[in-house]
């Protein structure tokens, strides 16, 4: 028996797994436009089988053993792309230093889906359902992304421009990404699943707080996730714990404007946005 | 085409696949292991999964040649390991299925767990299956057999 329908089947490529970053963006470069970089693959593999993208051909960065690195610096923990999900989990420089990021893999798809899915793939396909996102912005985390003419380096913030758009270009990988970390951080990750038969999220929240200085990222409501501060929420750090959740919480309303999609409607996405943030607020403010 | 070679259940095999070819159909129909089900097609149900160089993977959602030169183990396979015949017996004894459609997948799963790790907490136990899905939902009766086959897996880390 064999499927020749679309969703039972892949359109047709040429498979490459090259052992060297070099190989990968000169691949990327030969076939612009034509290839897609696969790293964990199931976005591209399920985007393939509902047709939604044709790639001549995938470039699988999987064998490339400078993106799967995990390492501690003075500038920040640098995380390769091709890391995945249990690796986040499992890494005891994650685990100790960036909480929040650990918590976040621990949602990526289930727990299976987790050997395979990778940061890098996680946060570049540009879905507003990724959970790496959220929590890469709240630490104000840096992305470095390199072709053959160079490299550049953005805020995790300017990745996505929109629905499944990101500003990565047809020949660009996203090679490590950087998490500032400090002593002293505290934060958490939040996270709304609809309890229907597709583990899609519905709202997400990362919370981080050093010091004086507050993240609030709210994702899964809209293409790109939110990103409110101590100074965008007004956050009175003299004032009580619940007036400044009153306070936040309005703000939070007010500013967000959901998407309505099959998994949930734009009012139920902005009062789960409201509770949630309250929820992860109260959590690392330590119900004080 | 790629000529790939697959350490399947033991055995080296050298197949013929496509560029495009998902793993699941190259186990089903080139080397006839009907242990791996196709149900979702999408990376949810998890039936499908096998391990890949000791790793569970959803062999819908991975290719062929994604597996080239690498182990692939699955519910077959796990017949040669004492350990793991006891975990079957163990699902047989607690009736941890309805249908059975799901039991390879489970078995598998449940396999790597208990290896990696034979004293897994009841709650991360439930969290590490949790990419599985039994749609007769006996769920219950899963867990309880695979803590009953723990004793089997510590015996085997101690010797």
Same mark, same amino acid.
């Given at each position: 028996m064999s499927f020749t329908t679309p969703y039972f089947t892949l359109?047709?490529?040429?498979?490459?797994?090259?052992?060297?970053?070099?190989?990968?963006?000169?691949?990327?470069?030969q076939y612009k436009g034509k290839a897609k970089v696969m790293a964990g693959g199931i976005m591209l593999v399920n985007l393939m089988k509902e047709r939604q993208i044709f790639p001549e051909y995938v470039i699988d960065i999987k064998g490339i053993e400078e993106l799967k690195r995990i390492s501690k610096t003075e500038n920040g923990i640098k995380i390769g792309s091709a890391v995945?999900?249990?690796?986040?989990?499992?890494?005891?420089?994650?685990?100790?230093?960036?909480?929040?990021?650990?918590?976040?893999?621990?949602?990526?798809?289930?727990?299976?889906l987790q050997h395979t899915v990778t940061i890098g793939g996680n946060i570049s396909v540009g879905m507003p359902s990724t959970d790496g996102l959220p929590a890469l912005m709240s630490m104000d985390s840096?992305?470095?992304?390199?072709?053959?003419?160079?490299?550049?380096?953005?805020?995790?913030?300017?990745?996505?421009?929109?629905?499944?758009?990101?500003?990565?270009?047809?020949?660009?990988?996203?090679?490590?990404?950087?998490?500032?970390?400090?002593?002293?951080?505290?934060?958490?990750?939040?996270?709304?699943?609809?309890?229907?038969?597709?583990a899609i999220t519905t709202v997400a929240v990362s919370v981080l707080l050093k010091e004086r200085k507050l993240s609030v990222v709210i994702g899964a409501i809209a293409p790109k996730p939110y990103y409110f501060d101590h100074k965008s929420l007004q956050w009175k750090w003299e004032a009580s714990l619940t007036e400044n959740l009153k306070n936040a919480s309005e703000i939070i309303g007010s500013n967000v404007k959901p998407m309505s999609d099959a998994v949930a409607s734009s009012e139920y996405r902005k009062e789960v946005s409201?509770?949630?943030?309250?929820?992860?607020?109260?959590?690392?403010?330590?119900?004080? | 085409?790629?000529?790939?070679?697959?350490?399947?259940?033991?055995?080296?095999?050298?197949?013929?696949?496509?560029?495009?070819?998902? /793993? #699941?159909?190259?186990?089903?129909? *080139?080397?006839?292991? &009907?242990?791996?089900?196709? %149900?979702?097609?999408?990376?949810?149900?998890?039936?499908?999964?096998? /391990? #890949?160089?000791?790793?569970?993977? *959803?062999?819908?959602? &991975?290719?062929?040649?994604? %597996?080239d030169g690498k182990e692939v183990i699955t519910a077959?396979?796990?017949?040669?390991?004492?350990?793991?015949? *006891?975990l079957m017996e163990s699902f047989v004894k607690h009736g941890a299925m309805q249908c059975g459609f799901c039991?390879?997948?489970?078995?598998?799963t449940s396999h790597y767990v208990l290896t990696k790790n034979p004293?897994?907490?009841?709650?991360?136990?439930?969290?590490?299956?949790?990419?599985?899905?039994?749609r007769c939902g006996t769920y219950y009766q899963i867990y309880e057999a695979v803590k009953d086959a723990e004793k089997y897996y510590k015996k085997e880390t101690k010797s």
């Open positions: 359109p047709k490529f040429t498979y490459f797994k090259p052992t060297k970053l070099e190989d990968a963006l000169s691949l990327l470069r995945t999900a249990i690796e986040l989990q499992n890494s005891l420089i994650v685990r100790d230093n960036l909480p929040v990021l650990a918590k976040a893999a621990s949602y990526m798809g289930d727990r299976t840096l992305l470095r992304i390199k072709s053959q003419d160079g490299e550049r380096t953005i805020p995790a913030s300017e990745l996505v421009i929109g629905l499944g758009k990101t500003s990565l270009k047809d020949d660009e990988i996203i090679t490590e990404i950087i998490v500032p970390y400090s002593s002293g951080l505290k934060g958490t990750y939040l996270k709304l699943i609809n309890a229907s038969e597709v409201k509770v949630l943030a309250v929820r992860a607020l109260k959590e690392v403010f330590g119900g004080a | 085409m790629k000529t790939i070679s697959l350490k399947v259940n033991g055995i080296t095999k050298e197949i013929t696949v496509e560029d495009n070819e998902l /793993l #699941l159909n190259a186990l089903r129909e *080139k080397l006839g292991i &009907t242990s791996v089900k196709a %149900a979702c097609w999408r990376g949810e149900c998890g039936l499908c999964t096998v /391990l #890949l160089d000791g790793i569970p993977v *959803k062999s819908c959602m &991975t290719l062929a040649v994604e %597996a077959e396979g796990l017949y040669s390991d004492e350990r793991a015949k *006891k039991t390879p997948a489970f078995v598998v004293e897994v907490d009841g709650e991360e136990l439930k969290k590490e299956l949790n990419g599985v899905i039994c």
